[in-house]
C-alpha cells in the first residue's frame, strides 16, 4: 500500500535545512495528530475487525466472546451483497456523473472565469454553508411528484403518465452527486490552475489543436487532480446511506443503510464484518485504481 | 484571456477577418463557460429551494410543495422541540473539533513537509487512510471501541468530539500540506540568511504565507463537524446534534424552520466569505 | 553606513578547503579548495549544473557540506547557522518574501539585527538600485528585473563581510545589466566587501572580477585573474569554455629540456608535418603528445603562399576556407586542413586587408608567444557550448 501513496516527494522542494531539522522535532510536531489517529483510528479498526469476528449469538447487554467466527463473513455478504453490488454502482455512477459535471466547471473556473474566479469558487463552496441533510430534503421537494420538474417531464414525454422521480434509483445517484460534487470540483480546479497558461499556447505554438492540446497537455496535467477528485466523491458515496434513505426506496437501499441498521439493533458481530468487508472492498478498488492511474499524489 | 481565441489566431490565418464574429463563436468559446454556469445553477438550485422554503408555510406536517408564504418561520425559529438546543451542541462542537483538528493538523503537516526523519510513508499512510475510510465505517469501528473499553454507556458530547477531531484531522494536513509544499523553502532560507532565527523565520515567513492554508483547513473542519451525521449518530448516545434533529424530523415531518436555520447559515458563511475576500483586496490594493 | 559588520581587519578571506557535496549518490561538489582575498570581487563561472549554487548555498550554510570546512578570517563557520553568518545571498531565484513590501523585504535584515531606523538606509538602498518609488508595492507587482534588484538590495543593505551573488544580474537587459555591473563594481571598492559572483556571462566574469574561477563538474578546474586564465588556459575544458581555442593534436619534438633546439625557451612541436613553436613558459605539457592550442583572434590567414604582412613565426599550410560569417566587428573564418580538421579563425574588419572567399586556399599565420600546449589525455571537445560544435 505504500506504493501508491507515496506523496510527490521527488517533485517536491527539499526541506530547509538549518537549525533543528534532524528527525527528533519532526517526530515531537506529528506525536499529538499520531497519538490522537493510533487511538481513535487504529485502534478501532482492530477492534472492529475483532469485533467482526465475536460469536453473534451474544448481545450488548450479555457480552460478546472472541470465537474467531469466520462465518460472519459469508452470512453478512450471503444475505447483504445485492446492497454491497448496488452501493458500488451507484457510487460508481455518481463519481462518473461528478467527472462530467466537474471538469467543465472547475475548468471554467481556471481559465474562463476572469475576474468572476472567486465568485465562482464560492459559489461551489456555497452549498457546504448549508446543512448537507437540509439540503438533501430539498431535494426531495425538487423531485417531488407534484413540483413543475416532474409535471415538465410528463409533459414532454420524458417521464410517463405516472412516472416518478423522487423514490427511484435516479434520485439516489442524483443526491450523491449533488453532495459530492464539490469534493469533485476543488481539487480539479486547485490542479487545473496549477497549469501554466504557456504550457497550453506552446502546445498551440506546436501547431496542435485544441482538442490534441486538451488530451496531450491539460488532461495529464490534471490527472492529479481528477484521481483525488475521484476518490474524494466514490468513497463517501459508496458508504453512504443518507442519499438512499431520504430519496430512495426499499430497494435502492445501500450497504450503508444496512450497517446502520444491523448497528443500532445491536447485531455488532454481523454489523463489524460488513463494514469490514466494504472497507476492503474500497481499499482494494482504490488500490487498483490509483496503480492504473499512474499518480503517485493523492490528494 | 482564452486559449482557444490565441490558437485561433496562431492558426487561423486562412479564414476571414469577421468570419469569427458572430453568436455561434462566441458560443464555441465560451461553451466550456456556459456547461459550466449551468452546473453551477444545479449546485446552487437546492440552497435557493432552502431558502425558499424558509417562508413556507404548509399544509401539513408531511407536505412537500410550497403552500403558502409566511414569516412565522423567521421570528419562532426555536419553536419546534429541541431545534436550537442541538444547534448550540453542533456550534460548540463544531468550534471544539476546529480548534483540535486545526491545531494537530497542522503541526502534522509542517512535520510531514519541512522535516525528514524515518517512517514517513507509514505516516502518509496514516493521514491518508481515513479518508479512504467510509462514514459508516469510521463510525462504527470507533463505536465498536467505545463498547469494547466498556464506554457505551457514556457516549455523548465528549465521544462526538473525539471523532470529529478524527475525522477532520486529515483534511486539515491535507490541506495545510498542499499550502505549504507550494511554499518555496527558500524564502524561509531568505530569512535565515537575513539573520532571522528559527522562531523568527516561522512567524514571520512561513505562517503568514500558511495562513491562508490552515485558514482553509478550518473552514473546512467546521463545515465537516456541522454537517456530519453518520459518524456522530452512531457515537452520540442521547446527545442531539443538528443534522440528527434534521434526520428525527424527516422521519416525523419536517419544520420549515430548519430551512431557517439553513438559510441563517448561508448567509453568515457568505458574509464570512466576502468581508475576507474584500479584506484581502483592499490589502493588495494598498 | 552601518559599520555593525564592516570588514574587521585584514586577513579575512573565505577559505574553503576539502568542500565537498553529495546528494545520495551525486557528488555535486567534489573535494573543493578556494581562498577568495578579503574585499575581492570573485566570479565563479562554469556550466549550468557544475555546482556553483550548492559551493554558494554552503557558504551561506543553507546546505550542510558533506566533508570540508569553510572558514572566514580565522572564525570557522561551517556548521554555524545561517543567521549567525556576517554572509548574505542574493538567490537566483530571488525569494523575495511575497507577503512584504519592497520597502518591508529591503529592511527585512536590518530590523532582525535590531535596527529601529532603517527607512533612510532602505530608501537609500532604493534609490542606488534604481527602484525609488515602489517602496510599497509587493515583489508580484514588480517586473523580473526590478524583483532582481529588490533581491540585491535586500542583501547589499546589510553590509555583510562576504556577499553570494547567484547570477545576479541573468534577468536585467544588456543596458541595465551593464549599470549594475558598474554599480556593484563601485560599491564593492567603496565598501570593501568580498563579493562571490556566479555568472554564466563570461564577459561579466572578466571585466568584473579581480580573480575568476572556472568551476566544472563539482571541481575548479582553474584559477586567477582574467587575462591569465584567457592567454594561458590550463586545461582543454578551460580553453574551450573561455571563449573559443582551435586545438589541433601535435608532439613535442624538442626544446623542452636545455637542448638547443631553438631560440630561447620555446617548446618545438610536430604538428600534422609541420613545425610550429610554443612559447615555454605556456606550455602545461611540454613532452610527448599534445594539445597545440591557438585563440581564433591571434590567427591571421594569408593566401596559400603568400606571407602575411607581419611575420608571424608559426604557420600551417594547406587550408581551405570553408566557411565565412561576417559578424560585424569581425568576420569569422572556418579552414578545413588537410588532415580533416576545421579551424577557426577571426579577423578584424578594420578595411586593412581583402576578405576572402569560400574555397581559397590559405595558411594560417600566428605567433608563437599566443601557443599554448595542452595535455592530449584531455577530450578536446570539453566545455565547448553545444551550439559551437
Ligand atoms: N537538493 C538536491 N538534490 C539532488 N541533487 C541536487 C540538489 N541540488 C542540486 N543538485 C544537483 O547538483 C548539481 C549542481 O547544482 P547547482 O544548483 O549547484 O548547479 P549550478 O552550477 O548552480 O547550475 P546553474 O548554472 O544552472 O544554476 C546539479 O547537477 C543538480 O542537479
Ligand atoms: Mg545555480
Redesign the interface.
Same mark, same amino acid.
Not at chain 2, 509542517?110 to 524515518?118: D, E, G, W
Not at chain 2, 510513508?121 to 469510521?138: D, G, K, Q, R, W
Given at each position: 500500500m505504500a506504493g501508491p501513496l507515496r506523496t510527490a516527494e521527488p517533485s517536491a522542494p527539499p526541506p530547509a535545512p538549518g537549525g533543528r531539522r534532524g528527525g527528533l522535532s519532526g517526530y515531537l510536531l506529528l506525536l499529538p495528530g499520531g497519538v490522537w489517529l493510533a487511538l481513535f483510528f487504529v485502534v478501532p479498526t482492530a477492534t472492529l475487525v475483532a469485533t467482526s469476528l465475536y460469536d453473534p449469538s451474544g448481545s450488548l447487554q450479555l457480552g460478546y466472546r472472541m470465537t474467531g467466527h469466520v462465518q460472519n463473513y459469508a452470512d453478512s455478504l450471503q444475505d447483504y451483497a445485492p446492497q454491497l453490488v448496488r452501493s458500488f454502482v451507484y457510487a460508481g455512477t455518481a463519481t462518473l456523473a461528478c467527472v462530467v459535471l466537474g471538469f467543465p466547471l472547475a475548468y471554467a473556473i481556471a481559465f474562463k472565469a476572469g475576474r468572476w474566479k472567486n465568485l465562482m469558487l464560492v459559489a461551489v463552496i456555497a452549498p457546504f454553508f448549508t446543512s448537507f441533510l437540509v439540503r438533501t430534503l430539498s431535494w426531495q421537494y425538487i423531485l417531488g411528484d407534484n413540483e413543475a420538474l416532474v409535471s415538465f417531464l410528463r409533459a414532454v414525454r420524458v417521464l410517463g403518465e405516472d412516472g416518478h422521480l423522487l423514490a427511484t434509483p435516479f434520485a439516489v445517484v442524483t443526491g450523491l452527486t449533488y453532495n459530492f460534487l464539490p469534493f469533485m470540483v476543488l481539487p480539479l480546479y486547485a490542479s487545473l490552475e496549477k497549469i501554466d497558461h504557456r504550457f497550453l499556447e506552446a502546445a498551440a505554438d506546436l501547431y496542435s489543436s485544441p482538442f490534441t492540446a486538451f488530451r496531450t497537455v491539460t488532461l495529464p496535467l490534471a490527472m492529479p487532480g481528477l484521481v483525488a477528485g475521484t476518490l474524494l466523491t466514490f468513497i463517501p458515496s459508496a458508504g453512504d446511506y443518507i442519499n438512499s434513505e431520504l430519496l430512495g426506496n426499499p430497494q435502492t437501499r445501500m450497504v450503508g443503510n444496512e450497517i446502520q441498521d444491523l448497528f443500532a439493533a445491536g447485531d455488532y458481530p454481523t454489523a463489524s464484518a460488513l463494514s469490514v468487508t466494504l472497507m476492503a472492498a474500497i481499499v482494494l478498488l482504490v488500490f487498483v485504481y490509483v496503480r492504473r492511474s499512474g499518480t503517485e499524489e493523492l490528494v | 484571456?482564452?486559449?482557444?481565441t490565441?490558437?485561433a489566431r496562431?492558426?487561423g490565418r486562412g479564414s476571414g477577418r469577421g468570419a469569427g464574429r458572430g453568436p455561434g463563436r462566441w458560443l464555441a468559446d465560451?461553451l466550456?463557460?456556459v456547461?459550466?454556469?449551468l452546473?453551477?445553477v +444545479?449546485?446552487?438550485?437546492?440552497?435557493l429551494?432552502?431558502m425558499l422554503?424558509s417562508f413556507n408555510d404548509p399544509a401539513s406536517r408531511n407536505s +412537500?410543495?410550497?403552500d403558502g408564504f409566511t414569516l412565522a418561520n423567521w421570528t419562532d425559529v426555536c419553536g419546534p422541540y429541541q431545534l436550537c438546543e442541538s444547534l448550540v451542541t453542533s456550534l460548540q462542537i463544531g468550534l471544539l473539533a476546529t480548534l483540535g483538528a486545526t491545531?494537530?493538523?497542522t #503541526?502534522?503537516a509542517?512535520?510531514?513537509?519541512?522535516?525528514?526523519?524515518?517512517g514517513r510513508?507509514?505516516? =502518509?499512510?496514516?493521514?491518508?487512510?481515513?479518508?479512504?475510510?467510509?462514514?459508516?465505517?469510521?463510525g462504527?469501528? #470507533?463505536?465498536?471501541?467505545f463498547? =469494547?473499553v466498556g464506554v457505551?454507556g457514556f457516549l455523548g458530547f465528549w465521544t462526538i468530539l473525539?471523532?470529529h477531531?478524527?475525522f477532520c484531522?486529515s483534511f486539515v494536513?491535507?490541506t495545510v500540506?498542499?499550502r505549504l509544499?507550494g511554499l518555496?523553502?527558500?524564502?524561509?532560507?531568505?530569512?535565515?540568511?537575513? +539573520?532571522? =532565527?528559527?522562531w523568527?523565520t516561522f512567524w514571520r @515567513?512561513s505562517f503568514?504565507?500558511v495562513f491562508p492554508g490552515i485558514l482553509g483547513a478550518a473552514l473546512l473542519s467546521f463545515?465537516l463537524s456541522?454537517?456530519d451525521?453518520?459518524i456522530t449518530?452512531?457515537n452520540a448516545g442521547q446527545e442531539v446534534t443538528?443534522?440528527m434533529f434534521?434526520?428525527g424530523a424527516?422521519q416525523r415531518g @419536517?419544520p420549515p424552520q @430548519?430551512?431557517v436555520?439553513?438559510?441563517i447559515?448561508?448567509l453568515?458563511?457568505?458574509s464570512v466569505?466576502?468581508v475576507g475576500?474584500l479584506g484581502s483586496r483592499r490589502r493588495?490594493g494598498? | 553606513m552601518s559599520q555593525e559588520s564592516a570588514p574587521q581587519g585584514a586577513g579575512a578571506d573565505l577559505v574553503l578547503s576539502g568542500l565537498t557535496k553529495r546528494f545520495a549518490t551525486f557528488t555535486a561538489v567534489d573535494d573543493l579548495d578556494l581562498r577568495v582575498p578579503q574585499g575581492s570581487f570573485f566570479a565563479l563561472l562554469g556550466p549550468s549544473g557544475c555546482g556553483k549554487t550548492t559551493t554558494l548555498r554552503m557558504v551561506a550554510g543553507l546546505e550542510e557540506p558533506t566533508a570540508g570546512t569553510i572558514t572566514l578570517g580565522t572564525d570557522d563557520i561551517t556548521h554555524l547557522k545561517p543567521y549567525k553568518r556576517p554572509v548574505n545571498t542574493v538567490f537566483q531565484s530571488y525569494a523575495l518574501f511575497p507577503h512584504l513590501s519592497i520597502a518591508a523585504n529591503v529592511a527585512f535584515g536590518l530590523r532582525r539585527r535590531g535596527r529601529k531606523q532603517v527607512a533612510e538606509d532602505v530608501e537609500r538602498m532604493l534609490d542606488l538600485v534604481e527602484l525609488t518609488g515602489l517602496a510599497d508595492r509587493r515583489p508580484a507587482q514588480l517586473s523580473g528585473g526590478q524583483q532582481q534588484r529588490v533581491a540585491l538590495a535586500r542583501a547589499l543593505i546589510n553590509q555583510p563581510r562576504v556577499l553570494l551573488l547567484d547570477e545576479p544580474l541573468g534577468a536585467l537587459d544588456l543596458k541595465l545589466r551593464r549599470q549594475m555591473q558598474i554599480e556593484l563594481k563601485r560599491i564593492q571598492t567603496e565598501v570593501g566587501l568580498t563579493f562571490v559572483h556566479v555568472t554564466h556571462d563570461q564577459e561579466e566574469a572578466m571585466t568584473m572580477a579581480d580573480t575568476v574561477a572556472v568551476m566544472n563538474a563539482g571541481r575548479i578546474e582553474q584559477l586567477g585573474p582574467p587575462e591569465v586564465l584567457y592567454e594561458c588556459p590550463a586545461t582543454t575544458f578551460v580553453a574551450n569554455f573561455l571563449g573559443q581555442s582551435n586545438l589541433v593534436a601535435g608532439r613535442v619534438v624538442g626544446g623542452s629540456g636545455v637542448s638547443g633546439g631553438g631560440d630561447g625557451g620555446d617548446v618545438v612541436l610536430d604538428v600534422h608535418g609541420a613545425t610550429v613553436r610554443a612559447d615555454r613558459a605556456r606550455a602545461v605539457v611540454a613532452q610527448g603528445d599534445v594539445w597545440v592550442g591557438v585563440r581564433p583572434e591571434k590567427v591571421v590567414l594569408a593566401p596559400a603562399g603568400v606571407a602575411p604582412p607581419e611575420p608571424a613565426g608559426n604557420c600551417l599550410r594547406g587550408g581551405v576556407v570553408s566557411d565565412v560569417s561576417f559578424v560585424g566587428v569581425s568576420t569569422q573564418y572556418l579552414v578545413r586542413m588537410p588532415w580533416g580538421q576545421e579551424l577557426t579563425a577571426f579577423s578584424q574588419n578594420s578595411g586593412h586587408h581583402e576578405r576572402l572567399r569560400t574555397g581559397a586556399a590559405v595558411d594560417l599565420h600566428w605567433s608563437p608567444a599566443h601557443t599554448f600546449c595542452l595535455d592530449a589525455s584531455q577530450d578536446a571537445a570539453a566545455g565547448v557550448e553545444p551550439e559551437d560544435r
Open positions: - | 484571456m482564452s486559449t482557444a490565441a490558437t496562431r492558426t465560451h466550456v463557460l456547461l459550466g454556469l452546473v453551477l +444545479y449546485m446552487t438550485v437546492p440552497v429551494v432552502v422554503m +412537500y410543495s410550497f491545531l494537530l493538523g #503541526l502534522m509542517f512535520a510531514m513537509v519541512r522535516h525528514r526523519f524515518r510513508s507509514a505516516a =502518509n499512510l496514516l493521514i491518508f487512510l481515513p479518508m479512504a475510510t467510509p462514514e459508516v465505517v469510521m462504527s469501528s #470507533l463505536l465498536a471501541l463498547v =469494547n457505551a473525539v471523532a477531531v478524527l484531522l494536513v491535507v500540506k498542499a509544499a518555496d523553502p527558500r524564502l524561509e532560507q531568505a530569512a535565515m540568511d537575513l +539573520y532571522a =532565527n528559527e523568527q @515567513i503568514p504565507l463545515s456541522f454537517d451525521f453518520i449518530n452512531l443538528f443534522p434534521v434526520w424527516a @419536517i @430548519i430551512n436555520v439553513g438559510t447559515m448561508f453568515v458563511a457568505m466569505v466576502l475576500e493588495a494598498r | -
